[in-house]
Nanobody, 121 residues
Framework: QVQLVESGGGLVQAGGSLKLSCAASGSIFSINVMGWYRQAPGKQRELVATIPSIGRTNYADSVKGRFTISRDNAKNTVSLQMNSLKPEDTGVYYC???????????????WGQGTQVTVAS
């Protein structure tokens, strides 16, 4: 089994900062893309940022310049540093990863359980 476990959510005032972390565990051969998505109440889940094992990061326009995604390939972790938070950043943040469990198997997409981020105005 593979698990993604997020941590670091909470309540913060507008303009503040939070750092989310996600650790992948279980039977893992390799991880391609890791990323963060969020879902606000009454809205669809949307991409926040992604980072491949090698290559360029990708950010939603709404978070560019404020959020930074990073990963530690040795530890199978991905983090999201969120600065200058706005009330519209409020939502449940989900960790996502494309994971190969063995050399011979295809990659599968996995999701964490989500962590709540609330930004008060």
């Amino acid at each position: 089994q593979v698990q993604l476990v997020e941590s670091g959510g909470g309540l913060v005032q507008a303009g503040g900062s939070l750092k989310l972390s996600c650790a992948a565990s279980g039977s893992i051969f390799s991880i391609n893309v890791m990323g963060w998505y969020r879902q606000a109440p009454g809205k669809q889940r949307e991409l926040v940022a992604t980072i491949p094992s090698i290559g360029r990061t990708n950010y939603a326009d709404s978070v560019k310049g404020r959020f930074t995604i990073s990963r530690d390939n040795a530890k199978n972790t991905v983090s999201l540093q969120m600065n200058s938070l706005k009330p519209e950043d409020t939502g449940v943040y989900y960790c996502n990863a494309d994971i190969k469990r063995t050399y011979y198997t295809s990659s599968y997409n996995y999701w964490g359980q989500g962590t709540q981020v609330t930004v008060a105005s």
